[in-house]
Protein backbone atom coordinates (compact mmCIF):
# COMPACT_ATOMS: atom_id res chain seq x y z
CA UNK A 1 0.00 0.00 0.00
CA UNK A 2 1.57 3.06 -0.93
CA UNK A 3 0.95 6.18 1.62
CA UNK A 4 -0.85 9.22 -0.01
CA UNK A 5 -0.12 12.40 1.99
CA UNK A 6 -2.78 15.38 1.56
CA UNK A 7 -2.13 17.29 5.01
CA UNK A 8 -0.08 19.52 3.51
CA UNK A 9 -1.47 22.54 5.03
CA UNK A 10 -0.29 20.94 8.29
CA UNK A 11 3.56 20.33 7.69
CA UNK A 12 5.41 19.76 4.09
CA UNK A 13 8.49 17.63 2.75
CA UNK A 14 11.43 19.56 2.75
CA UNK A 15 12.26 19.95 -0.62
CA UNK A 16 15.48 18.26 -1.86
CA UNK A 17 16.88 21.47 -3.68
CA UNK A 18 16.24 22.93 0.09
CA UNK A 19 17.76 20.03 2.42
CA UNK A 20 20.99 20.59 -0.50
CA UNK A 21 21.40 23.95 0.11
CA UNK A 22 21.04 23.66 3.60
CA UNK A 23 23.82 20.91 4.01
CA UNK A 24 27.02 22.75 3.93
CA UNK A 25 25.65 24.82 6.79
CA UNK A 26 25.41 21.84 9.74
CA UNK A 27 29.58 20.87 9.70
CA UNK A 28 31.35 23.02 6.83
CA UNK A 29 30.03 26.03 7.56
CA UNK A 30 28.94 25.98 10.76
CA UNK A 31 29.93 29.88 12.69
CA UNK A 32 28.18 32.07 14.43
CA UNK A 33 27.31 34.85 11.85
CA UNK A 34 27.61 37.46 14.69
CA UNK A 35 30.92 36.35 15.33
CA UNK A 36 34.15 38.24 13.79
CA UNK A 37 36.62 35.81 12.46
CA UNK A 38 36.20 33.36 9.30
CA UNK A 39 34.10 31.35 10.58
CA UNK A 40 31.24 33.76 11.29
CA UNK A 41 32.19 35.96 8.08
CA UNK A 42 31.46 32.29 6.21
CA UNK A 43 27.83 32.56 6.73
CA UNK A 44 26.85 35.69 6.94
CA UNK A 45 26.64 36.26 2.92
CA UNK A 46 24.04 33.03 3.12
CA UNK A 47 21.58 34.99 5.67
CA UNK A 48 21.77 38.38 3.16
CA UNK A 49 21.37 35.94 0.66
CA UNK A 50 18.35 34.54 2.07
CA UNK A 51 16.93 37.38 3.56
CA UNK A 52 17.20 38.73 -0.45
CA UNK A 53 15.11 35.61 -1.34
CA UNK A 54 12.31 36.24 0.88
CA UNK A 55 12.02 39.79 0.15
CA UNK A 56 11.44 38.60 -3.17
CA UNK A 57 8.93 36.30 -2.56
CA UNK A 58 6.95 39.46 -0.71
CA UNK A 59 7.92 42.01 -2.60
CA UNK A 60 9.56 43.84 0.01
CA UNK A 61 13.38 45.15 0.99
CA UNK A 62 15.56 42.99 2.33
CA UNK A 63 15.79 45.51 5.35
CA UNK A 64 12.29 44.63 5.91
CA UNK A 65 12.70 40.78 7.06
CA UNK A 66 13.42 39.76 10.07
CA UNK A 67 14.16 35.65 10.38
CA UNK A 68 12.55 34.00 13.79
CA UNK A 69 11.73 30.81 14.82
CA UNK A 70 8.34 29.78 13.15
CA UNK A 71 4.61 31.37 12.40
CA UNK A 72 3.46 31.28 15.63
CA UNK A 73 6.32 33.23 17.28
CA UNK A 74 5.93 35.76 14.03
CA UNK A 75 2.19 36.72 14.71
CA UNK A 76 3.19 36.74 18.78
CA UNK A 77 5.73 39.19 17.84
CA UNK A 78 3.49 41.13 15.68
CA UNK A 79 0.63 41.54 18.01
CA UNK A 80 2.27 42.06 21.61
CA UNK A 81 4.97 44.18 20.02
CA UNK A 82 2.78 46.53 18.53
CA UNK A 83 -0.14 46.56 21.66
CA UNK A 84 3.21 47.80 23.60
CA UNK A 85 4.72 49.89 21.17
CA UNK A 86 1.41 52.09 20.70
CA UNK A 87 -0.28 51.19 23.81
CA UNK A 88 0.23 55.10 24.50
CA UNK A 89 -2.43 55.32 21.53
CA UNK A 90 -4.62 53.08 22.06
CA UNK A 91 -5.97 49.73 23.60
CA UNK A 92 -8.15 48.45 20.92
CA UNK A 93 -7.40 45.59 18.40
CA UNK A 94 -9.38 44.40 15.10
CA UNK A 95 -9.29 40.40 14.70
CA UNK A 96 -11.61 37.90 12.89
CA UNK A 97 -12.93 34.77 14.73
CA UNK A 98 -11.20 32.24 12.73
CA UNK A 99 -7.44 33.29 13.09
CA UNK A 100 -5.44 30.70 13.74
CA UNK A 101 -4.67 30.48 17.67
CA UNK A 102 -1.29 31.83 17.43
CA UNK A 103 -3.24 35.07 16.80
CA UNK A 104 -6.85 33.92 18.86
CA UNK A 105 -4.48 33.35 22.12
CA UNK A 106 -2.51 35.87 21.67
CA UNK A 107 -5.16 38.34 21.64
CA UNK A 108 -6.87 36.26 24.58
CA UNK A 109 -3.49 37.07 26.80
CA UNK A 110 -3.76 41.09 25.60
CA UNK A 111 -7.56 41.15 26.83
CA UNK A 112 -6.49 39.98 30.28
CA UNK A 113 -3.74 43.10 30.20
CA UNK A 114 -6.41 45.47 29.39
CA UNK A 115 -6.44 45.18 25.63
CA UNK A 116 -9.85 46.01 24.02
CA UNK A 117 -10.18 43.19 21.32
CA UNK A 118 -12.92 42.88 18.65
CA UNK A 119 -13.52 39.50 16.61
CA UNK A 120 -14.99 40.21 13.52
CA UNK A 121 -17.75 37.50 12.47
CA UNK A 122 -17.72 35.50 9.25
CA UNK A 123 -20.51 34.52 7.09
CA UNK A 124 -21.53 30.92 6.23
CA UNK A 125 -19.17 30.75 3.79
CA UNK A 126 -16.32 32.03 5.92
CA UNK A 127 -16.31 35.54 4.89
CA UNK A 128 -15.71 38.94 6.26
CA UNK A 129 -17.87 42.15 5.99
CA UNK A 130 -15.57 44.58 5.27
CA UNK A 131 -18.63 47.14 6.10
CA UNK A 132 -18.19 45.54 9.63
CA UNK A 133 -14.62 45.87 9.95
CA UNK A 134 -14.22 49.69 8.37
CA UNK A 135 -16.99 49.96 11.51
CA UNK A 136 -15.32 48.51 14.31
CA UNK A 137 -12.54 51.01 13.80
CA UNK A 138 -12.16 53.16 16.56
CA UNK A 139 -10.01 56.30 17.80
CA UNK A 140 -8.43 53.44 20.18
CA UNK A 141 -7.30 51.63 17.04
CA UNK A 142 -4.29 50.64 17.31
CA UNK A 143 -3.82 46.82 14.99
CA UNK A 144 -5.98 45.16 12.54
CA UNK A 145 -4.74 41.50 12.18
CA UNK A 146 -6.55 39.44 9.35
CA UNK A 147 -4.99 36.32 7.69
CA UNK A 148 -4.26 36.12 4.41
CA UNK A 149 -5.88 32.89 4.03
CA UNK A 150 -7.28 30.71 6.43
CA UNK A 151 -5.74 27.21 7.34
CA UNK A 152 -8.94 24.86 8.03
CA UNK A 153 -11.26 26.22 4.82
CA UNK A 154 -8.48 27.36 2.68
CA UNK A 155 -10.20 31.34 2.21
CA UNK A 156 -8.66 33.55 0.94
CA UNK A 157 -9.53 37.12 2.56
CA UNK A 158 -9.42 40.29 0.37
CA UNK A 159 -6.33 41.56 2.18
CA UNK A 160 -5.89 44.56 -0.64
CA UNK A 161 -9.02 45.95 0.31
CA UNK A 162 -8.58 45.83 3.77
CA UNK A 163 -5.41 47.32 3.65
CA UNK A 164 -7.14 50.14 2.14
CA UNK A 165 -9.13 50.64 4.88
CA UNK A 166 -5.87 50.45 7.33
CA UNK A 167 -4.41 52.90 5.06
CA UNK A 168 -7.90 55.41 4.94
CA UNK A 169 -7.95 55.29 8.80
CA UNK A 170 -4.31 55.35 10.00
CA UNK A 171 -4.22 51.54 11.50
CA UNK A 172 -1.29 49.01 11.18
CA UNK A 173 -2.49 46.48 9.97
CA UNK A 174 -0.56 42.88 10.08
CA UNK A 175 -1.47 39.30 8.33
CA UNK A 176 -0.60 35.76 9.01
CA UNK A 177 0.42 34.92 5.26
CA UNK A 178 1.31 31.36 6.76
CA UNK A 179 -0.72 29.47 4.20
CA UNK A 180 -1.29 31.72 1.94
CA UNK A 181 2.52 32.06 0.99
CA UNK A 182 4.10 29.65 -1.78
CA UNK A 183 0.29 29.05 -3.02
CA UNK A 184 -0.83 32.40 -4.57
CA UNK A 185 1.17 35.74 -4.73
CA UNK A 186 1.79 37.53 -1.38
CA UNK A 187 2.85 40.95 -1.92
CA UNK A 188 3.40 43.14 0.59
CA UNK A 189 3.20 46.37 -0.74
CA UNK A 190 0.67 46.29 -2.86
CA UNK A 191 -1.71 44.90 -0.08
CA UNK A 192 -0.65 47.79 2.08
CA UNK A 193 0.53 45.59 4.72
CA UNK A 194 2.87 46.62 7.98
CA UNK A 195 3.61 43.09 9.22
CA UNK A 196 3.27 39.99 7.11
CA UNK A 197 4.31 36.62 8.87
CA UNK A 198 5.27 33.36 7.24
CA UNK A 199 6.79 30.03 8.24
CA UNK A 200 9.50 27.57 6.41
CA UNK A 201 7.40 24.00 7.12
CA UNK A 202 4.52 25.18 5.12
CA UNK A 203 6.43 25.98 1.34
CA UNK A 204 9.18 23.21 1.83
CA UNK A 205 11.81 24.44 4.63
CA UNK A 206 12.12 22.77 7.78
CA UNK A 207 10.50 23.47 11.00
CA UNK A 208 11.74 25.93 13.01
CA UNK A 209 12.31 28.96 10.59
CA UNK A 210 9.99 31.67 9.81
CA UNK A 211 10.18 35.11 8.96
CA UNK A 212 8.15 38.56 9.71
CA UNK A 213 8.04 41.20 7.28
CA UNK A 214 8.14 44.45 9.27
CA UNK A 215 7.72 47.57 6.79
CA UNK A 216 10.36 50.02 7.44
CA UNK A 217 10.07 52.04 10.09
CA UNK A 218 7.50 50.38 11.92
CA UNK A 219 8.05 51.17 15.92
CA UNK A 220 7.50 47.69 17.94
CA UNK A 221 8.53 46.78 21.34
CA UNK A 222 10.99 43.97 21.40
CA UNK A 223 9.79 40.14 21.72
CA UNK A 224 12.48 37.94 22.34
CA UNK A 225 15.10 40.06 24.70
CA UNK A 226 19.02 38.87 24.56
CA UNK A 227 21.59 39.23 21.34
CA UNK A 228 21.46 41.93 19.33
CA UNK A 229 20.51 39.52 16.19
CA UNK A 230 18.40 41.12 13.24
CA UNK A 231 19.04 44.35 13.97
CA UNK A 232 18.24 44.50 17.61
CA UNK A 233 14.75 43.11 16.66
CA UNK A 234 15.40 39.32 17.37
CA UNK A 235 17.77 37.92 20.20
CA UNK A 236 19.23 34.52 19.55
CA UNK A 237 21.60 32.53 17.27
CA UNK A 238 20.69 32.23 14.29
CA UNK A 239 19.36 29.23 12.41
CA UNK A 240 21.02 29.33 9.90
CA UNK A 241 20.94 25.71 7.90
CA UNK A 242 17.22 26.93 8.38
CA UNK A 243 17.26 30.41 6.98
CA UNK A 244 19.41 29.47 4.25
CA UNK A 245 16.54 26.73 3.25
CA UNK A 246 13.81 29.37 3.90
CA UNK A 247 15.53 31.44 1.39
CA UNK A 248 15.91 28.85 -1.06
CA UNK A 249 12.36 27.95 -0.48
CA UNK A 250 10.86 31.11 -1.04
CA UNK A 251 12.77 31.26 -4.52
CA UNK A 252 11.40 27.82 -5.37
CA UNK A 253 7.94 28.81 -4.67
CA UNK A 254 8.42 31.94 -6.80
CA UNK A 255 9.70 30.33 -9.56
CA UNK A 256 6.88 27.75 -9.95
CA UNK A 257 3.78 29.45 -8.59
CA UNK A 258 1.71 29.63 -11.75
CA UNK A 259 3.12 26.25 -12.49
CA UNK A 260 1.92 24.51 -8.78
CA UNK A 261 -1.44 26.34 -9.10
CA UNK A 262 -2.54 25.70 -11.91
CA UNK A 263 -1.28 21.84 -11.16
CA UNK A 264 -2.67 21.12 -7.58
CA UNK A 265 -5.86 23.51 -8.36
CA UNK A 266 -6.90 21.18 -11.00
CA UNK A 267 -6.26 18.01 -8.60
CA UNK A 268 -8.10 19.63 -5.90
CA UNK A 269 -10.95 20.13 -8.09
CA UNK A 270 -11.32 16.84 -9.15
CA UNK A 271 -10.67 15.53 -5.85
CA UNK A 272 -13.93 18.41 -4.59
CA UNK A 273 -16.13 17.86 -7.72
CA UNK A 274 -15.96 13.92 -7.22
CA UNK A 275 -17.02 13.71 -3.39
CA UNK A 276 -20.05 16.33 -4.25
CA UNK A 277 -21.38 14.31 -6.55
CA UNK A 278 -21.15 10.58 -5.74
CA UNK A 279 -21.39 10.64 -1.96
CA UNK A 280 -24.64 11.98 -0.71
CA UNK A 281 -24.95 14.29 2.44
CA UNK A 282 -21.73 16.27 2.06
CA UNK A 283 -20.88 19.80 2.68
CA UNK A 284 -18.45 22.06 1.44
CA UNK A 285 -17.26 24.42 4.41
CA UNK A 286 -15.98 27.16 2.66
CA UNK A 287 -16.56 29.60 -0.53
CA UNK A 288 -18.11 27.63 -2.45
CA UNK A 289 -16.30 29.53 -5.21
CA UNK A 290 -13.02 27.83 -5.75
CA UNK A 291 -11.52 31.20 -6.69
CA UNK A 292 -11.95 32.57 -3.55
CA UNK A 293 -9.86 29.23 -1.59
CA UNK A 294 -6.37 28.66 -2.01
CA UNK A 295 -6.15 26.10 -4.91
CA UNK A 296 -4.90 23.08 -2.56
CA UNK A 297 -7.19 23.22 0.18
CA UNK A 298 -10.97 21.13 0.23
CA UNK A 299 -12.99 20.89 3.05
CA UNK A 300 -15.66 18.71 3.45
CA UNK A 301 -18.19 17.46 6.28
CA UNK A 302 -19.66 14.14 5.63
CA UNK A 303 -23.10 13.93 8.10
CA UNK A 304 -23.28 11.31 10.62
CA UNK A 305 -19.74 10.70 10.89
CA UNK A 306 -17.21 11.91 13.29
CA UNK A 307 -14.06 13.31 12.01
CA UNK A 308 -11.85 11.61 13.60
CA UNK A 309 -12.98 8.42 13.18
CA UNK A 310 -12.96 9.11 9.12
CA UNK A 311 -9.50 9.83 9.68
CA UNK A 312 -8.51 6.53 11.32
CA UNK A 313 -9.83 4.38 8.01
CA UNK A 314 -8.53 6.70 5.78
CA UNK A 315 -5.11 5.95 8.08
CA UNK A 316 -5.67 2.23 7.35
CA UNK A 317 -5.32 2.94 3.77
CA UNK A 318 -2.47 5.24 3.71
CA UNK A 319 -4.06 8.51 3.56
CA UNK A 320 -3.13 11.20 5.71
CA UNK A 321 -5.99 14.38 5.33
CA UNK A 322 -6.82 16.45 8.88
CA UNK A 323 -9.91 17.33 11.14
CA UNK A 324 -9.49 20.12 12.16
CA UNK A 325 -6.27 22.33 12.57
CA UNK A 326 -3.05 19.76 13.18
CA UNK A 327 -2.98 21.88 16.49
CA UNK A 328 -6.84 21.23 17.46
CA UNK A 329 -6.73 17.83 16.57
CA UNK A 330 -6.35 15.75 19.32
CA UNK A 331 -9.34 18.01 21.10
CA UNK A 332 -13.29 16.92 21.18
CA UNK A 333 -14.41 20.74 20.45
CA UNK A 334 -15.14 21.30 16.98
CA UNK A 335 -13.10 23.84 15.30
CA UNK A 336 -13.61 27.21 16.17
CA UNK A 337 -13.54 27.76 12.05
CA UNK A 338 -16.94 25.94 11.50
CA UNK A 339 -18.18 27.26 14.87
CA UNK A 340 -17.95 31.25 13.66
CA UNK A 341 -19.36 30.06 9.83
CA UNK A 342 -22.19 28.27 11.90
CA UNK A 343 -21.57 25.14 11.10
CA UNK A 344 -23.91 22.47 12.76
CA UNK A 345 -21.86 21.22 15.27
CA UNK A 346 -22.58 17.43 13.83
CA UNK A 347 -21.47 18.12 10.64
CA UNK A 348 -18.55 20.84 12.37
CA UNK A 349 -17.38 17.62 14.13
CA UNK A 350 -17.03 15.77 10.69
CA UNK A 351 -15.32 18.71 9.31
CA UNK A 352 -12.23 16.80 6.74
CA UNK A 353 -8.98 18.78 5.49
CA UNK A 354 -7.54 17.35 2.32
CA UNK A 355 -4.64 19.67 1.50
CA UNK A 356 -2.71 18.90 -1.70
CA UNK A 357 0.35 19.56 -3.01
CA UNK A 358 2.54 19.57 -5.68
CA UNK A 359 3.45 15.87 -4.98
CA UNK A 360 0.21 14.62 -5.19
CA UNK A 361 -1.09 13.41 -8.40
CA UNK A 362 -4.37 11.81 -9.87
CA UNK A 363 -3.88 8.23 -9.19
CA UNK A 364 -3.97 9.48 -5.83
CA UNK A 365 -6.93 11.60 -6.03
CA UNK A 366 -8.68 8.57 -7.81
CA UNK A 367 -7.64 6.36 -5.03
CA UNK A 368 -9.18 8.26 -2.51
CA UNK A 369 -12.43 8.95 -4.59
CA UNK A 370 -12.60 4.80 -4.81
CA UNK A 371 -12.35 3.99 -1.02
CA UNK A 372 -14.07 6.97 0.27
CA UNK A 373 -17.98 5.73 -0.87
CA UNK A 374 -17.58 3.01 1.19
CA UNK A 375 -15.66 4.25 4.28
CA UNK A 376 -18.27 6.96 4.43
CA UNK A 377 -21.45 4.25 4.79
CA UNK A 378 -19.62 1.87 6.81
CA UNK A 379 -18.88 4.50 9.52
CA UNK A 380 -22.54 5.91 8.51
CA UNK A 381 -23.59 2.83 9.15
CA UNK A 382 -22.15 2.47 12.88
CA UNK A 383 -23.61 5.67 13.53
CA UNK A 384 -26.67 6.20 15.62
CA UNK A 385 -26.90 9.16 14.07
CA UNK A 386 -27.65 7.80 10.81
CA UNK A 387 -30.90 7.22 9.74
CA UNK A 388 -31.61 4.09 8.01
CA UNK A 389 -34.49 3.53 5.90
CA UNK A 390 -37.17 2.76 7.55
CA UNK A 391 -39.23 -0.31 6.51
CA UNK A 392 -42.47 0.28 3.97
CA UNK A 393 -45.46 0.17 6.80
CA UNK A 394 -47.72 -3.06 5.64
CA UNK A 395 -51.23 -1.77 6.84
CA UNK A 396 -52.35 0.89 8.72
CA UNK A 397 -51.55 -0.95 11.78
CA UNK A 398 -47.88 -1.16 11.24
CA UNK A 399 -48.16 2.53 10.42
CA UNK A 400 -49.30 3.24 13.83
CA UNK A 401 -46.53 0.94 15.40
CA UNK A 402 -44.06 3.29 13.96
CA UNK A 403 -45.91 6.30 14.88
CA UNK A 404 -46.79 7.31 11.63
CA UNK A 405 -50.03 9.20 9.90
CA UNK A 406 -50.95 7.75 6.55
CA UNK A 407 -51.53 10.19 3.71
C1 LIG B 1 -2.54 30.23 9.44
C2 LIG B 1 -1.44 29.74 10.34
N1 LIG B 1 -0.81 30.62 11.13
C3 LIG B 1 0.18 30.26 11.94
C4 LIG B 1 0.58 28.96 12.02
C5 LIG B 1 1.68 28.58 12.95
O1 LIG B 1 2.88 28.38 12.23
P1 LIG B 1 4.07 27.57 12.91
O2 LIG B 1 3.69 26.14 12.90
O3 LIG B 1 5.25 27.87 12.05
O4 LIG B 1 4.23 28.12 14.29
C6 LIG B 1 -0.05 27.99 11.23
C7 LIG B 1 0.31 26.55 11.33
O5 LIG B 1 -0.50 25.68 11.09
C8 LIG B 1 -1.08 28.40 10.35
O6 LIG B 1 -1.73 27.53 9.58
Redesign the pocket.
Known sequence: MKNIYMDN???TAVKPQVLEAMLPYFCEQFGNPSSVHWAGRMVGGAIDKARGQVAELLNCSSAEVIFL???????NYAIKGTADALKEKGNHIITTSV??P??LETCEALEKDGYDVTYLNVDQNGMLDLVELEAAITDKTILISV?W???ETGNIFPIEDIGQIAKKHKVRFHT?A??AVGKIPVDVRKANVDMA?I????IGAP?GI?AMYLRRGTKISRFMHGGHQERNRRAGTHNVPGIVGLGIACELAQQSMDKDYAYVRDLRDTLENGILSTIPEVKLNGHPNADFRLPNTLNVSFNYIEGESLLLFFDMKGIAASSG???TSGSLEPSHVMGAMGVDIVLAHSSTRFSLGPDNNRDEVNFILQELPAIVQRLREMSPLYKRDEPTPLSCDDCRMVNKVCA
Do not use: L
Request: hydrophobic share 25%; charged share 20%.
Open positions: NATSCGSEGDEHAVMANNDVQVSGHKKGSAC
